[in-house]
């Protein structure tokens, strides 16, 4: 066997190593080759300072459980990417090894059992292809995102614009396939009796990507759309034009929204090419997904829509409006961000709530600029998913989603362009957490899927809440070397 690293330019240097120093995989590249390049291209480069030695492409459960053991034997560090999203860059290393899943992302559909199994490297938009080319009423709880991967997603929860009526990812989560940190291959399901493998299963719905092994595969469950189509759009305001007209829409939205439908929200600014948007206009937009048919949506709607959004809704299936949103690309090498998040519960959006955020948003032209002086035209946001409903159905314990009573799951981000501004960027994220957490459940959950790296207090409990030291116990049977670890990873028990 040979290791064998490839170039940017096509060349293979092949060096005979005997003996245990043999890594049997063929896509093993070092820096300077495109595909490295690639692999350590997260697309914000507040965090993607940190360069492994090595990136390996696996494309076999075999080739995930050879890299282990090769870590583990020669002291790597190893993390692992998938869709590469993870907001502080934590599948990234300094002089380890990522192991970079995007080759393995085959999807298979089982129609009499209505599930799909999905290798853990694949993009939530190749599953919507499959299902949507197999059945048009075929959905599955992913993310509205389609270039977020499969596996960041559902190993921190999930949050879909369907979740209101099916539950979290990790609700519908079936089987698991995992190379532990001693690279053995394991396969679990939602029904195991023996108590560490069901505490590992348990684990894994919700407790965070990259804390307990590397997953090769997971199989969940898939629903059936009652319509062909579903209704889909924006409903914009302009602040603080409509201001008014805003709160009457958001005071309807805070007192009740029925279950099959789903209003995500977000605050940021236009630069178009009129006079006022030249300059920047802040409008606030709510995404509609509404499970059913336009005139019953409508109805629903109706005291919103009264308070004269601009209105984009549209009957269509839900590929659709994925492969609209396919325009959206997260990844950039030109820019500086960072987030915070926040969980609020049901109600939690009042009037008081909103203003602080529009007030937030109203600071930040003046905060960050493009390199030559102008206006970052991409330059921050605050958004929240809506849960809620079936979500809030599951006991606090049942999955590590601690935050069960959560409707509103929010994130406040911003983008600089140069690294000067990275203080004052980040001043405003803490004045984000200043003024929101108090309007948090307990005054401090957050998603870990949001992950906040600067300085999130008591993370353990932000993220996990009651749920933390169970999951230290869980880590602390599979994994007691403590082999998966990075920042905010979770920790072994005390008594370990």
């Known amino acids: 066997l040979l290791y064998t690293i490839k170039f940017e330019e096509n060349q293979i240097m092949e060096e005979s190593i005997s003996g245990d120093d043999i890594l049997p995989i063929k896509e093993i590249y070092k820096p300077g080759s495109k595909q490295y390049k690639e692999t350590v291209n997260i697309g914000?480069?507040?965090?993607?300072?940190?360069?492994?030695?090595?990136?390996?492409?696996?494309?076999?459960?075999?080739?995930?459980?050879?890299?282990?053991?090769?870590?583990?034997?020669?002291?790597?560090?190893?993390?692992?990417?998938?869709?590469?999203?993870?907001?502080?860059?934590?599948?990234?290393?300094?002089?380890?090894?990522?192991?970079?899943?995007?080759?393995?992302?085959?999807?298979?559909?089982?129609?009499?059992?209505?599930?799909?199994?999905?290798?853990?490297?694949?993009?939530?938009?190749?599953?919507?292809?499959?299902?949507?080319?197999?059945?048009?009423?075929?959905?599955?709880?992913?993310?509205?995102?389609?270039?977020?991967?499969?596996?960041?997603?559902?190993?921190?929860?999930?949050?879909?614009?369907?979740?209101?009526?099916?539950?979290?990812?990790?609700?519908?989560?079936?089987?698991?396939?995992?190379?532990?940190?001693?690279?053995?291959?394991?396969?679990?399901?939602?029904?195991?009796?023996?108590?560490?493998?069901?505490?590992?299963?348990?684990?894994?719905?919700?407790?965070?990507?990259?804390?307990?092994?590397?997953?090769?595969?997971?199989?969940?469950?898939?629903?059936?759309?009652?319509?062909?189509?579903?209704?889909?759009?924006?409903?914009?305001?302009?602040?603080?034009?409509?201001?008014?007209?805003?709160?009457?829409?958001?005071?309807?939205?805070?007192?009740?929204?029925?279950?099959?439908?789903?209003?995500?929200?977000?605050?940021?600014?236009?630069?178009?090419?009129?006079?006022?948007?030249?300059?920047?206009?802040?409008?606030?937009?709510?995404t509609v997904i509404y499970n059913g048919l336009m005139e019953e949506c409508n109805d629903v709607l109706k005291e919103i829509l009264d308070q004269n959004p601009v209105n984009t809704l549209k009957k269509m299936h839900w590929i659709k409006w994925e492969q609209m949103e396919m325009s959206f690309d997260p990844h950039s090498d030109e820019i500086f961000y960072h987030h915070a998040s926040f969980i609020m519960g049901e109600h939690g959006i009042t009037t008081e709530v909103s203003d602080k955020i529009s007030q937030l948003m109203e600071e930040v032209p003046a905060l960050v600029t493009e390199?030559?002086?102008?206006?970052?035209?991409?330059?921050?946001?605050?958004?929240?998913?809506?849960?809620?409903?079936?979500?809030?159905?599951?006991?606090?314990?049942?999955?590590?989603?601690?935050?069960?009573?959560?409707?509103?799951?929010?994130?406040?981000?911003?983008?600089?362009?140069k690294k000067e501004q990275k203080e004052v960027a980040l001043q405003w994220t803490e004045k984000c957490k200043e003024v929101l957490t108090p309007f948090a459940l307990d005054g401090k959950a957050a998603y870990v899927n949001y992950i906040d790296e600067y300085s999130l207090e008591n993370w353990q409990e932000a993220y996990y809440g009651g749920n933390y030291s169970r999951l230290c116990g869980i880590k602390s049977r599979w994994d007691p070397e403590n082999f998966f670890h990075f920042k905010q990873s979770i920790e072994l028990s005390p008594a370990s």
């Open 44 to 286: 914000n480069k507040a965090y993607d300072y940190k360069r492994p030695e090595l990136v390996v492409i696996p494309k076999s459960h075999e080739d995930v459980e050879a890299t282990i053991k090769y870590a583990r034997a020669y002291k790597y560090v190893l993390t692992v990417k998938c869709g590469g999203h993870s907001y502080a860059g934590y599948c990234l290393n300094k002089g380890g090894i990522v192991l970079d899943m995007k080759e393995m992302n085959q999807v298979h559909i089982d129609d009499e059992a209505l599930t799909v199994t999905v290798q853990a490297g694949a993009l939530w938009m190749k599953v919507y292809t499959k299902l949507a080319d197999r059945c048009s009423d075929y959905i599955v709880i992913g993310g509205q995102c389609p270039k977020v991967g499969v596996s960041g997603f559902t190993l921190g929860g999930g949050l879909s614009p369907f979740s209101r009526q099916y539950g979290l990812a990790v609700d519908n989560l079936l089987k698991v396939s995992m190379v532990d940190a001693s690279g053995t291959l394991l396969h679990l399901t939602n029904e195991e009796t023996d108590p560490d493998r069901r505490g590992l299963f348990w684990a894994l719905c919700g407790g965070g990507g990259g804390n307990f092994g590397v997953v090769t595969e997971f199989t969940f469950k898939i629903h059936r759309l009652p319509n062909l189509t579903v209704v889909c759009g924006t409903l914009t305001w302009n602040l603080p034009q409509q201001k008014e007209e805003f709160t009457k829409a958001m005071d309807t939205l805070n007192n009740e929204v029925p279950r099959d439908l789903c209003i995500d929200n977000v605050w940021c600014y236009d630069y178009g090419k009129g006079k006022e948007e030249a300059q920047g206009q802040l409008k606030v937009s709510m």
């Open 371 to 417: 390199k030559k002086g102008s206006v970052m035209k991409k330059n921050a946001h605050i958004l929240w998913d809506q849960i809620g409903k079936q979500t809030a159905t599951v006991p606090a314990d049942d999955t590590p989603f601690y935050w069960r009573e959560g409707e509103y799951v929010m994130t406040a981000a911003i983008y600089w362009s």
